[in-house]
């Protein structure tokens, strides 16, 4: 009887929780009515709706008039940078973010950037960590908005959030954290970090695919990203998904009273993993080993092989790859290209990320796969 798969990319997307499944059932069947109508039906939705904002505002520690719910973690990062970009256009039409910032921050700023505006992008480090010191001399008179992501997709390295905050706050100059990956793996919230909008995004943490949230802190200078009908207050347009909501929610709350469990379980795998497969390939090279990074990613280098041609003998073993293949052409990673990471070591690179489902058995027998197909490719 063949073994079955294992799962390794959390950081891609997680499964639902089936406390979130339990929760959505009954929304699905049962509150298909408008929130925003005022009869019998539509007012059970409303109250789950808000049910629901209450939850996400526990988990990151704000008042539930802050969050604005979405479609996702991209929606939410899209309208943080043009929303409040465009808002505050008379202040100045600069942004800095990092160079390691993902696709939906970054395509953002390009975005804006066909439009009059400039993006600083700060260089990171060889451990994909931005220089706070650096990051704030990047400000300008003119600089309106600065947005750091708090933990990178890829390498799991976490970013000076905190400090590039507090130095941009003493400038009058709005601040956005991308947070999607760190919900629910560690501990933060709105204050912690000092930030005026941040981005959550359901299915990184055991919720729905379609349902996220963005943060957005009292009195920030916001322009409405989708125009509607007045949902949201105002600031996001559209019928609420009700049934992703209350998934959200459930989620935010799981993750709530689970969290240093969590933490816990996670980095104990991700270093019983790295440490298998040391054993079995003592020249792997990690990414980010010398900083701060979350307790569940492993980004990883198999020194001399294709990570892509490593996956495809790894029978079993579901995670990513360092760079992927158009048209026949390798596409390296820009975040490992943004690090100074060789071509070489970045077409070896996987990530290699544990969830809560993950067991011991699990790591053990990935780097058993993983460890054997690495001894393959180089014999071959």
Known sequence: MQDSPIYLDYNATTPPAPEVIEAMLPALRDLWGNPSSAHAF??????????????????IGCAADEVIFTCGGTESDNAAIVGIAEALADR???????????AAIDNACAYLERNSWRTTRVPVDRNGRVDAKE?????RDETALVSIMHSNNETGVIQPVREIADAAHERGIVVHSDTA??????????????VDSLTVAGHKLYGPKGAGALYLRRDTPFNGFLRGAGHEGGRRGGTENVAGI????????LARRELPQRTEHLLELRDRLEQR??????????HGKSVERLPNTLSAAFPGVDANHLLSLAEGVASAAGAACHSGKPHISRVLAAMGVS???????VRLT???????????????????????SRAS
């Open 42 to 59: 539509g007012q059970p939705a409303r109250r789950a709706v808000d049910a629901a904002r209450e939850q996400v505002a526990a988990l």
């Open 92 to 102: 100045g039409k600069h942004i800095v973010i990092s160079a390691v910032e993902h």
């Open 135 to 139: 990051f704030v001399d990047s400000l």
């Open 181 to 194: 990956q760190s919900l629910g793996k560690v501990a933060l919230t709105a204050d912690d970090l000092g």
């Open 246 to 253: 209350v998934g959200l929610g459930a989620a935010c709350e």
């Open 277 to 286: 497969l040391r054993d079995r390939v003592p020249e792997l090279v990690v």
């Open 343 to 349: 071509d070489e070591l970045a077409l070896a690179t």
């Open 354 to 376: 544990v969830g809560c489902p993950t067991r011991t058995e699990d790591v053990d027998r990935a780097a058993e796969r993983l460890g054997a197909a690495y001894a393959r």
